[in-house]
Each structure stands twice: as structure tokens, then as C-alpha cells.
Nanobody
């Protein structure tokens, strides 16, 4: 079965850290760029970070630059989002998604949800004291 599965969400205090993982099964993650999106209640889904299929290109939403790090291990079919200095406004359901481009070596955070071939089911991140 082809799927992406996120894990690692939870409740954390402001200033804390969480590490989210996105694991692929049924397909080779190394053929795809991977993006993390998030959706807070009452808000549209927004792109947070992405990493190209070979890891050579990354992109972050301005509000998370310097706090979030995205990495991948294609041998383990997994992408990780390390989140530090979390803020209440980071509270959302976080999703990972896979796409193939159009550029083979540069990822992008595309607003068209239908552009992505695979989506995970999401993991809740809550930042609260």
C-alpha cells in the first residue's frame, strides 16, 4: 500500500522542540521532493518547509526560518522536520506531501494541493503553556 505516515506530534510548551517524521511505504521516497504543510483551525493549509529529492535544496516559510530544519534519509525512506523555539502560532496539524517537480533538483512550496501525489494523514502539534 502506497502511503506517507507522519509521527512525532504532541503538546509542547512555548520555546520547546519537537521532531516530526514522515515515513514512506509502498514507493521510493528518493524519487520525490517532500514538503511539510500545516493547517490551523479556521485557516488555510500553508507550506512550511520542503526538501528536494536529493536533499540539495531546501526552502522554509519565512516565519519558521532559523527555527525549523528539514532533512532526509533516502536509505530509510524518511524525512524529518526538526522544530525548535516553538511558538503558539505554530499550533496546527502538520502534513507531509510528495511531488516530483517540475524541477528535478529544486523543491517548491506550491499552493495547489492537487500538485502533490501523496499526502500523509497529519500529526497534531500543539504549543501551549
Amino acid at each position: 500500500q502506497v502511503k506517507l505516515v507522519e509521527s512525532g506530534g504532541g503538546l509542547v510548551q512555548p520555546g520547546g522542540s519537537l521532531r516530526l517524521s514522515c515515513a514512506a511505504s509502498g514507493f521510493t521516497l528518493g524519487y520525490y521532493h517532500i514538503a511539510w504543510f500545516r493547517q490551523a483551525p479556521g485557516k488555510e493549509r500553508e507550506g512550511v518547509s520542503c526538501i528536494s529529492r536529493n536533499g540539495g535544496s531546501v526552502l522554509h516559510l519565512h516565519s519558521v526560518k532559523g527555527r525549523f530544519t528539514i532533512s532526509r534519509d533516502n536509505t530509510k525512506n524518511m524525512v524529518t522536520l526538526q522544530m525548535t523555539d516553538l511558538k503558539p502560532e505554530d499550533t496546527a496539524v502538520y502534513y507531509c506531501a510528495a511531488d516530483r517537480g517540475p524541477h528535478p533538483y529544486v523543491c517548491a512550496l506550491r499552493p495547489e494541493m492537487g500538485h502533490y501525489e501523496y499526502w500523509g494523514q497529519g500529526t497534531q502539534v500543539t504549543v501551549s503553556s
